[in-house]
């Protein structure tokens, strides 16, 4: 069985002051939030109570640790009272996320984000003062219903009612520089990026000309974004 260390003194402080950021609850999105975060440069302490989690994920994370994420002092053990950046990703106990949150907020941890299961769950987390409250399932089904529907290649929102949406460049802006094709005063939207064959991404500026097979990245609002999406 493997051993798992209990933080306090140096090491704890020595992830605190880097580039970090501790996650609270290491199921499905907490642990792909920890891997993806170690995978881009981030040092992360992972913490779950449940021991199989915490087993599955030793070595992979900077540091993680077996403890009870409700408890102040077990937190503070940890040395979480000198994050800057803590995300709370419990679901299967709603409980356990509010008294976290909780504690959290009474360390004064300057930016906490949270997992919300539910709107019930997301409006208690508001209410404690929870910096940024996340609806990781609801979020994903309303992008996968954009990309159901079959105009998209990638879906996001960036705020309500406004949209990134990744396309194949319609028929319509093929052979033309953007600035002649009068797009957004027709749609509403502007060609952010494009991409041709396997090539590196590129900014689009009037003078930017598509070929059937590009890709390109749409912003706009929401409704007119997913409209141009469906042009051929």
């Given amino acids: 069985m493997a051993r798992f260390p209990i933080f306090g003194g140096d090491t704890s402080r020595r992830i605190a002051e880097a580039d970090s950021v501790a996650v609270i609850g290491l199921g499905r999105f907490g642990s792909a939030l920890a891997l993806e975060l170690m995978a881009g440069g981030t040092e992360v302490l992972g ?11 030793n070595g992979q994370l900077t540091q993680v640790v077996r403890t ?8 503070r053990q940890l040395a979480i009272d000198e994050f800057d950046r803590v995300v709370v990703a419990i679901g299967g106990d709603v409980s356990a996320s509010i008294l976290t949150c909780s504690v959290l907020l009474s360390m004064e941890i300057p930016v906490i984000w949270a997992k919300a299961v539910d709107d019930r769950h997301g409006l208690i987390l508001e209410q404690l003062g929870v910096h940024h409250v996340i609806y990781p399932e609801k979020d994903m089904g ?29 028929s319509i802006l093929h052979g033309k520089r953007l600035g002649d094709t009068g797009i957004r005063a027709s749609y509403g939207i502007t060609i952010a990026a494009y991409q041709h064959d ?20 749409v912003v706009g609002p929401s409704r007119s974004a997913e409209t141009f999406a469906q042009l051929r």
């Fill in 47 to 57: 913490i779950d109570l449940e021991e199989d989690l915490v087993q599955a994920l």
């Fill in 68 to 75: 009870d994420s409700t408890k102040e002092e077990a937190l």
């Fill in 142 to 170: 309303r992008r996968v219903a954009h990309l159901v529907r079959g105009a998209a290649l990638d879906y996001i929102e960036v705020a309500p009612g406004y949209a990134l949406v990744k396309t194949a460049a319609p």
């Fill in 198 to 217: 396997a090539e590196p991404w590129r900014n689009a500026d009037n003078t930017t000309v598509l070929e059937a097979g590009d890709t390109i990245l």
